[in-house]
């Protein structure tokens, strides 16, 4: 059984930083590793997303921000957040697929098959 545990959120004020780690245990080596976010009221959106290779997506608003990367012999995935803005509040979810997605399919919900539960990022001005 497939299963991902997030770690890291918290609050901090518009500016700081914060840094998300997920391990994936029950699965070797995901084809790709992404983080969504969903804010009160919206719907979960792609933040950020690594292949195998090292090839990275991201969604503009991040892009310059956050920085996604992933430890392959430790099969896990971090997000480096910084100069956090009251937008980038919200439950921060890591996903898990086991063949590779290319472009903005890497950054697409429905594209995964493995999801944390989520770790909750409140950014205050």
């Known amino acids: 059984q497939v299963q991902l545990v997030e770690s890291g959120g918290g609050s901090v004020q518009a500016g700081g930083s914060l840094r998300l780690s997920c391990v994936v245990s029950?699965?070797?080596?995901?084809?790709?590793m992404g983080w969504f976010r969903q804010a009160p009221g919206k719907e979960r959106e792609g933040v950020a997303a690594?292949?195998?290779?090292?090839?990275?997506t991201y969604t503009d608003s991040v892009k310059g921000r956050f920085t996604i990367s992933r430890d392959n012999a430790k099969n896990s995935v971090y997000l480096q957040m910084n100069s956090l803005k009251p937008e980038d509040t919200g439950l921060y979810y890591c996903?898990?697929?086991?063949?590779?997605?290319?472009?903005?399919?890497?950054?697409?919900?429905?594209?995964?098959?493995?999801w944390g539960r989520g770790t909750q990022v409140t950014v205050s001005s």
């Open positions: 690594i292949g195998r290779d090292g090839t990275t």
């Open positions: 996903a898990a697929h086991p063949f590779y997605l290319y472009g903005d399919d890497s950054i697409r919900d429905r594209s995964y098959r493995y």
């Open positions: 029950g699965s070797t080596y995901p084809g790709t």
